[in-house]
């Protein structure tokens, strides 16, 4: 860390200390209404990851000790090709 900010221990205490006492939530805020007030916000987009999360079942994963069963859109049809 530069040595301005002083010893780890001392940053993170602050960043606990803003973190609890809301400096974190005011600056957004203030940042979000400066960039509203110069037009620099697309308000109609806005994506957060945090309601995007799946869970890991949800994306994909293997169960422990079970095997992936056969991918049927890649496996070979008994039905004739197609012309």
Excluded: Y
């Amino acid at each position: 860390m530069p040595d301005e900010l002083g010893s780890f221990q001392t940053a993170h205490k602050r960043l606990i200390r803003w973190a609890v006492d809301g400096t974190w939530e005011r600056i957004l805020a203030a940042v979000l209404a400066a960039a509203d007030d110069a037009d620099d916000i697309g308000w109609t987009v806005s994506v957060d990851s945090t309601v995007c999360r799946a869970h890991q079942h949800a994306a994909g994963a293997r169960e422990k000790g079970r095997q992936a069963g056969p991918n049927l859109t890649t496996m070979p049809s008994d039905a004739p090709a197609a012309a």
